[in-house]
């Protein structure tokens, strides 16, 4: 990222100044009981609900309601969304990130992932008996017992998805128990890693259909055309 000039820094100390002094001037108008609080000067931010979004702060990235955060996500996809976040809000470069995402999609297809990166965690929130529908993480979940290894509300599954016959629920094995097993490379592309990186590729202009091609390695057209 390219250093701050002394003018780009006096204009933000000046922004935070004024954003402070706002704060200041708004709570002395409010009711004793109500007091706003400043809570960070934001450089760039990247906005997909009031629920969903991610700011830098101090070059850090700080999310909420993005996969990054959640544990039901596969930590290689989790990292990518947090590179790719990293190259748009840290350096402002979309060329970069587009390239992350490339390099990713090249390994799950080439099968250079290591397994530790594919685990799915997901917590058992009642008595296995009592899901009428059965997710991967139930699925998951009764294999262990089979082991036995005892299952109750609060216990996170980690689970993969590997390749077989049966849907993705029926392919769920537990982590621990996966050896040898070859990972669904398709399942981590389309289910995991094109909706994750999608979420902030499609605000920045890009299709589904963009990073479906990125992920067959065909030549990106429009991709080109936008840069």
Do not use: C
Not at 19 to 39: C, G, H, R, S, W
Not at 82 to 109: F, M, P, Q, S
Not at 193 to 205: C, E, N, T
């Amino acid at each position: 990222m390219p250093k701050e000039t002394k003018e780009q820094l006096e204009l933000e100390a000046e922004i935070k100044n004024q954003a402070q002094k706002f704060i200041t001037d708004l709570n002395a108008t409010l009711p004793e009981v109500m007091e706003l609080e400043y809570e960070g000067f934001y450089r760039r931010g990247f906005f997909v609900s009031k629920k969903r979004y991610a700011v830098i702060e101090d070059g850090e990235i700080i999310a909420k309601g993005l996969e990054l955060v959640r544990r039901d996500w596969a930590p290689i996809v989790k990292q990518t969304q947090k590179d790719v976040l990293k190259d748009i809000l840290k350096e402002g470069n979309t060329t970069k990130a587009i390239n992350t995402v490339k390099k990713v999609l090249k390994r799950l297809k080439t099968g250079k992932i290591e397994g530790k990166e594919l685990i799915i965690h997901t917590q058992i929130t009642k008595p296995l008996s009592e899901y009428k529908q059965i997710g991967p993480h139930v699925v998951a979940a009764k294999k262990m017992e089979e082991h036995g290894i005892k299952i109750t509300k609060g216990t996170i599954i980690q689970y993969v998805i590997v390749k077989g016959k049966g849907s993705i629920s029926q392919r769920a094995v537990p982590y621990d128990y996966s050896e040898g097993a070859e990972y669904d490379r398709d399942y981590y592309i389309n289910n995991q890693m094109i909706p994750a990186i999608g979420r902030i590729m499609y605000s920045l202009g890009y299709t589904k259909q963009d990073l479906e091609d990125l992920a067959q390695g065909e030549k990106q057209t429009s991709l080109d055309a936008f840069f």
